[in-house]
C-alpha cells in the first residue's frame, strides 16, 4: 500500500499476489546463511598482530592460477601433473587465509581477494570426485562460508553450483559403496569423501544433504573405528601417519555438521561401539610422547615403499607427535579435554583464528550480520 501511494497508483489484489508469490519463490532460491561451528571474532585493530591476517595482506597481489582438473594421488614430486597441481592448490588456504583474515580485520580488499579466488576456481574447475585429490578443496567451501553474505551475487551463484556438484556427486558415490569392503571404500580415501559431502553441504546448508552426511559419517565410524580406537588405517599402513590421516577429515566433518545437530559427532558411539573420541584417545599416548611408533614398517601398500625410498619426509622413522598438532586442534573445539594437548603440540590451524578468543568449542547458530 505504501508502495502503491509513492507512485500514485493502486495495485489490485491479483497483482499484489502476484507479486508476493515473485518475492517468495526469490527467497525460497535464495541458499540459506551457512551455520558456523564457532562465535566469529569480530574486526578489531586487536587483531592487526595476528599471523593469518598478516599472511593474508602480504599475498593480496597474488592471482588465482585454477586448474580444470588437479592429479597428486599415486604420484611422486616431478610425475604427470604433480607439480603444476601442487602449485595450484596453494591457491585454497590463501583464499582461506583471506577470508579469515577479512573477518578478523574488515579490509574490502580481503573480501575482494576471496572473490577473486572463488570466481576462478568456481568458474574452472571440474570435479574428479578423487577424494585424495580434492580433500583441501574444503579450504575454498570455507573461506565461501566464511564471507559468503558478503560476496558479489554472481561469485554466490558460482560458488553454489560448485558446491552443490560436488556434495551431490560425493553423495552418490558413497550411496554406490555402502556395505562394500573394498579397502579404499572404508580406510582414509572413504573419511575425505564424508568430510568433503559434509563442508560442502553445511556451506549450502542444504538439510537434507547434511542430513545424509551426518548418517554416512557414523556409518563410517562403525566401518573404519574399532571399539579399542585402533582404526582401518593403522592395521593397513603400520603408520600413526595415516591414523591421522583418517581422523582429520571425520573430526573436521564433525566440526561442520556440529551446529546443525545438537549431538557431539564426536562422542556419539556407533552401531559397534566404536567412536573417534575412542580414537582419538588411542592415539593420545603417542601425541603426547609417552609411546612412539616406527613408521610403515609393516605396511601392506607398496606406494609407501616407493615414498620411502624416493627419501620423502614421514615415510620411515618415528613418528613424530607434532604431525598430530592440526587434528586435536581441531577436535579440541567440540572436546575441551583435548585442549591441553592442542597447546602442548602447537600450530594452530588458519581457520581457527576466526574465532573469537576462548568461544571455541560453544557452535552458535549461524554467521554474525554482514558487515
Request: include cysteine.
Amino acid at each position: 500500500m505504501n508502495a502503491a501511494k509513492k507512485t500514485g497508483h493502486v495495485i489490485g489484489p491479483a497483482v499484489a499476489m502476484a507479486l508476493l508469490a515473485a518475492v517468495s519463490t526469490a527467497c525460497a532460491t535464495e541458499a540459506p546463511t551457512p551455520r558456523w561451528w564457532c562465535p566469529l571474532a569480530s574486526p578489531s585493530a586487536a587483531a592487526s598482530g595476528d599471523p593469518v591476517l598478516a599472511d593474508a595482506l602480504a599475498h593480496l597481489d597474488a592471482q588465482p592460477r585454477p586448474m580444470a582438473h588437479v592429479h597428486t594421488q599415486g604420484l611422486l614430486p616431478h610425475q604427470g601433473i604433480h607439480d603444476a597441481s601442487a602449485e595450484a592448490e596453494r591457491d585454497w588456504p590463501l583464499a582461506l587465509r583471506a577470508a579469515v583474515g577479512w573477518r578478523l580485520d574488515g579490509r574490502p580488499e580481503l573480501l575482494r581477494q576471496v572473490a577473486r579466488y572463488l570466481d576462478a576456481w568456481a568458474g574452472t574447475y571440474r570435479p574428479d570426485f578423487n577424494p585424495i585429490d580434492e580433500t583441501n578443496l574444503d579450504q575454498l567451501f570455507q573461506a565461501y562460508a566464511l564471507t559468503r553474505d558478503a560476496l558479489p551475487a554472481a561469485t554466490r551463484t558460482a560458488m553454489a553450483g560448485l558446491l552443490r556438484r560436488m556434495a551431490e556427486g560425493y553423495r552418490s558415490r558413497l550411496r554406490q559403496k555402502a556395505g562394500s569392503t573394498y579397502i579404499n571404500d572404508v580406510n582414509n580415501w572413504q573419511s575425505h569423501r564424508i568430510k568433503l559431502l559434509a563442508t560442502a553441504a553445511a556451506a549450502l546448508g542444504d538439510p537434507a544433504l547434511v542430513a545424509d552426511a551426518r548418517r554416512r559419517l557414523m556409518t563410517q565410524v562403525a566401518a573404519n573405528i574399532r571399539p579399542d580406537g585402533s582404526t582401518v588405517d593403522f592395521a593397513q599402513r603400520d603408520a600413526l601417519h595415516y591414523v591421522t590421516y583418517d581422523l582429520e577429515p571425520l573430526v573436521q566433518a564433525a566440526l561442520a555438521l556440529s551446529p546443525y545437530g545438537r549431538d557431539n559427532l564426536l562422542e556419539a558411539r556407533s552401531p559397534t561401539g566404536s567412536s573417534i573420541a575412542a580414537a582419538l584417545d588411542w592415539l593420545a599416548p603417542y601425541a603426547e610422547g609417552r609411546l612412539s611408533h616406527q613408521e610403515f614398517v609393516h605396511t601392506s601398500e607398496p606406494f609407501d615403499v616407493e615414498r620411502r625410498r624416493a627419501g620423502l619426509e614421514g615415510y620411515g622413522g618415528r613418528w613424530n607427535p607434532r604431525n598430530g598438532a592440526t587434528l586435536y586442534a581441531y577436535a579440541a573445539v567440540l572436546m575441551p579435554k583435548y585442549r591441553a594437548l592442542a597447546a602442548r603440540l602447537g600450530g594452530t590451524p588458519p581457520v581457527l583464528h576466526a574465532c573469537a578468543p576462548g568461544t571455541a568449542g560453544k557452535p552458535e547458530a549461524g554467521l554474525p550480520p554482514t558487515r
